[in-house]
């Protein structure tokens, strides 16, 4: 999970190259779905769930690839603050 906040205007052409980074993310072994959700009161927050099966495939599978420099350049200039971004694991999931 990482809360992302997005340098003001810069919102659209984010959501253009988050579009593209998905192709980088979802190229590594482990991965299993990601969202990315808006903020309605503040236009420039925005919300990543990534689904990895493992930590490891995200701190090392991921962090550690070619694909990752390549997220990484498309997408980090748009940051400020940078994210912080944490670990869950489902302790309880209700879906209908």
């Not at 003001?8 to 980074?21: H, K, S």
Request: include cysteine.
């Amino acid at each position: 999970m990482a809360n992302l906040q997005v340098k003001e205007g810069m919102e659209q052409q984010f959501e253009i190259d988050f579009e593209t980074a998905g192709q980088y993310i979802s190229s590594i072994e482990g991965y299993k779905g990601h969202t990315l959700q808006k903020c309605i009161e503040h236009k420039n927050k925005y919300l990543l769930l990534v689904n990895w099966d493992s930590v490891e495939a995200h701190e090392i599978g991921f962090r550690k690839s070619e694909a990752y420099l390549k997220w990484k350049a498309l997408l980090h200039h748009y940051y400020e603050p940078f994210p912080e971004v944490e670990h869950y694991s489902t302790v309880l999931e209700n879906s209908f």
